[in-house]
């Protein structure tokens, strides 16, 4: 497995941007896929958007065109760029990552302790 750590959450106006960071250390074959999910008290978690080690993304339909993920392989820092926020984007985030392609579902089997992310009106 590999440990995850997101850092720089937190708050801002609707409209407003924030650039989350995830640092992966361990196995770097554990975090051949990541992805930013979210989730609010009583509701599942969701994918956010997800990326691959070649760069292929996708996005959540409920975040495109507002999201941008990117991962630094140098580093093994994964971003997610996220404008145009919405009070709804109110959630804390989380940080997945495994060596199998589960795009936007929840099976990852490494994950980070979350941040919250809210966004007021």
């Known amino acids: 497995q590999v440990r995850l750590v997101e850092s720089w959450g937190g708050s801002v106006q609707a409209g407003g941007s924030l650039r989350l960071s995830c640092a992966a250390s361990?196995?770097?074959?554990?975090?051949?896929?990541m992805a930013w999910f979210r989730q609010t008290p009583g509701k599942e978690r969701e994918g956010v958007a997800s990326?691959?080690?070649?760069?292929?993304?996708s996005d959540a339909a409920s975040v495109k065109g507002r999201v941008i993920i990117t991962k630094d392989n140098a580093l093994n820092t994964l971003y997610l760029q996220m404008n145009s926020l919405k009070p709804e984007d109110t959630a804390v985030y989380y940080c997945a990552a495994d060596r199998i392609n589960w795009l936007l579902n929840w099976r990852y089997n490494s994950w980070g302790q979350g941040t919250q992310v809210t966004v007021s009106s």
């Open positions: 361990g196995s770097t074959s554990h975090s051949t896929y």
């Open positions: 990326i691959d080690s070649f760069g292929s993304r």
